[in-house]
C-alpha cells in the first residue's frame, strides 16, 4: 500500500518533493521507481532507485534535475524535483518491484501508487 503526497502546482524553475510512503512491506530486494503520464500520452520511466544500496537510475529528460532518494527508517521514497519546466507537467506515480534491474517500461513493475499530479505552468 502507497501514499503519495507532495504534487502541486508550480511555476517553471520551480522545485517540488515527492513522497511515496509504503505501509505493510519491507523492500531489502526491491527497486523503487517513479513514472509519469502525460495526457494523452504513454506512461513514462522517470527515475528508480535500489531500496537496498540507494543506487539511482534516471530519464535522460531529468538528468541533472531529478532525484530519488530513500529513507529506510521512514519507509518512504522521494523525488526531488529541480528546474522544473512545463514539460514535466504529468500524474507521477510510484511503484517497485522485486528485483535488483532498473527497468524502464512500466509492464514489469508489480505495485503502483494512485498518483500525484504534477503542473508546471505560469
Known amino acids: 500500500h502507497f501514499v503519495e503526497s507532495g504534487g502541486g502546482l508550480v511555476q517553471p524553475g520551480g522545485s517540488l518533493r515527492l513522497s511515496c510512503a509504503a505501509s505493510g512491506r519491507t523492500f531489502s530486494t526491491y527497486v523503487l521507481g517513479w513514472f509519469r503520464q502525460a495526457p494523452g500520452k504513454e506512461r513514462e520511466f522517470v527515475a528508480a532507485i535500489r531500496w537496498n544500496n540507494g543506487n539511482t537510475y534516471g530519464a535522460d529528460p531529468v538528468k541533472g534535475r531529478f532525484t530519488a532518494s530513500r529513507d529506510i527508517a521512514k519507509n518512504t521514497m522521494y523525488l526531488q524535483m529541480n528546474s522544473l519546466k512545463p514539460e514535466d507537467t504529468a500524474t507521477y506515480y510510484c511503484?517497485?518491484?522485486?528485483?535488483?534491474?532498473?527497468?524502464?517500461?512500466?509492464?514489469?513493475?508489480?505495485?503502483w501508487g494512485q498518483g500525484t499530479q504534477v503542473t508546471v505552468s505560469s
Open positions: 511503484a517497485f518491484r522485486e528485483g535488483m534491474a532498473f527497468i524502464t517500461t512500466p509492464g514489469p513493475w508489480d505495485y
